[in-house]
């Protein structure tokens, strides 16, 4: 069973910054995984944000996430990382991520709400 852990959301204004991460204490293969970060909201459901392979070479992003999200993994600590930079009022959501690519079923987080207003 593999636990994740989102943290780091918050209240920002439009152009802010926040550092969200995801943290798999318990995930004992966690540098054999591509693994990624998803969005839900009430009016648009769950939306892919960002993947990137189990050595961090490749990385991919929604469109919208281009150019402003910086996806990271520290594998000696088990560690995933979303940099969000100029942040939008359409970036409000409730953040997870979850082991593999691409969208698919949470690993059992709670989330980190990101709210830019």
């Known amino acids: 069973h593999v636990q994740l852990v989102e943290s780091g959301g918050g209240l920002v204004q439009p152009g802010g910054s926040l550092r969200l991460s995801c943290a798999g204490a318990t995930f004992t293969r966690f540098a054999g995984y591509s693994m990624t970060w998803m969005r839900q909201t009430p009016g648009k459901g769950l939306e892919l944000v960002s993947s990137?392979?189990?050595?961090?070479?490749?990385?991919a992003y929604v469109n919208s996430a281009r150019g402003r999200f910086t996806i990271s993994r520290d594998n000696a600590n088990n560690t995933l990382t979303l940099e969000m930079k100029d942040l939008k009022t359409e970036d409000t959501a409730l953040y997870y991520c979850?082991?593999?690519w691409g969208i698919g079923p949470i690993n059992g987080g709670q989330g980190t709400q990101v709210t830019v207003s």
């Open positions: 990137i392979s189990s050595d961090g070479k490749d990385v």
């Open positions: 979850r082991r593999g």
